[in-house]
């Protein structure tokens, strides 16, 4: 079983529409990152965040870790053709130095 | 962040040979970490190389499989070896960065993906 469980492992819509994708665990993290990976390229980091109940926004997408650091959301709104890939959570344990990954979600934009 | 490449970015080799990949990183890095990403799947980690010391391997990989060196603090080197058709993945190198407020995180090559035939 993987330590961070993402929802959903697809997810497809159409141009103009929202989405959210959850990472949730029963463990507590010093840190949460949420990359995205387009075919054939490495991850790339879109945000960190550190502080329990944080909203950090870039853009279109609203990031958030929950009260407890336990768990995270992204939510895109208005998707784009341009937003299309494969979105990975990762967590960082309290005194831990290793990423944890969740299982990714594979975002398709329809235009 | 820093600026990480890879080499080879792509490669097809033949059962029961070995290859090496090179991660060069544009400043000087303490940890640099080796990830293998299966078709359709997440990052595993492999091992954690660091600067002077073995490499530290994660439950599943073995350093006579995947030998790791890092001669310094700006490159290292993953070989796959005795390759097999399930050797074949995208291997990704990652280093340690350093953002705003202190906080550490990791960032990636491009990586190089492998097909065993």
């Known amino acids: 079983t993987q330590l961070l469980e993402q929802s959903p492992q697809f997810l497809s819509i159409q141009e103009g529409e929202n989405l959210t994708v959850y990472c949730n665990s029963s463990s507590v993290f010093s840190s949460l990152q949420w990359y995205r990976q387009e075919p054939g390229e490495g991850p790339v980091l879109l945000v960190t965040?550190?502080?329990?109940?944080e909203v950090k926004k870039l853009k279109r997408l609203t990031f958030q870790f929950g009260d407890a650091r336990k768990d995270s959301s992204l939510h895109i709104t208005a998707a784009q053709p341009g937003d299309t890939g494969l979105y990975l959570c990762?967590?960082?344990?309290?005194?831990?130095?290793?990423?944890?990954f969740g299982a990714g979600t594979t975002v398709t934009v329809r235009a | 962040s820093a600026v990480i490449s890879q080499k080879p970015s792509r490669d097809i080799c033949q059962r029961g040979t070995s290859l090496t990949i090179q991660c060069q990183v544009d400043?000087?890095?303490?940890?640099m970490f080796w990830y293998r990403q299966q078709p359709g799947q997440s990052l595993t980690l492999i091992a954690t190389a660091n600067q002077g010391s073995e490499a530290t391997y994660e439950s599943g990989f073995v350093i006579d499989k995947f030998p790791i060196s890092r001669p310094n603090l700006t490159f290292s080197t993953l070989t796959v070896s005795n390759m097999s058709p399930e050797d074949s993945s995208i291997y990704l190198c990652s280093v340690e960065g350093r953002q705003g407020r202190g906080t550490d995180t990791q960032y990636f090559g491009p990586g190089t993906r492998l097909t065993v035939l």
């Open positions: 965040v550190v502080t329990g109940g």
């Open positions: 990762a967590g960082r344990k309290v005194n831990d130095y290793k990423l944890s």
């Open positions: 400043s000087q890095v303490t940890m």
